[in-house]
């Protein structure tokens, strides 16, 4: 996967595939309305995902809803290709659980 920074143009390309996913800054974001527990089981359904794609997001779990953010570290904090792959399977973990709402 390539690591260097995009250019705005593809990461606008890339975001379009993903609904519910925002740019902020140098980093895409999105939250997902689950009740505390739920969110709990997202965090570790994606954990095990991460750790085998080797890409990992900054998780944010509050009682009503957990906020992902992904940048690649590796290229200074800046979006690469690298960052759209966990989104995608983030938002598949999501739809994926009894206890989305």
Do not use: K, S
């Amino acid at each position: 996967m390539r690591m260097d920074p995009l250019p705005d143009e593809e990461i606008a390309a890339h975001l379009a595939e993903l609904p519910g996913w925002v740019r902020e800054g140098d980093t895409i974001t999105r939250a997902f309305c689950v009740r505390y527990q739920g969110g709990v089981t997202l965090i570790v359904n994606v954990a095990d995902v991460e750790r085998l794609v080797g890409h990992h997001a900054d998780i944010d779990l509050r009682w009503d809803h957990v906020r992902f953010r992904i940048t690649t570290h590796d290229a200074g904090h800046r979006l690469t290709a690298a960052d759209f792959d966990p989104a995608a399977r983030i938002a598949v973990a999501h739809q994926a659980q009894a206890h989305n709402a």
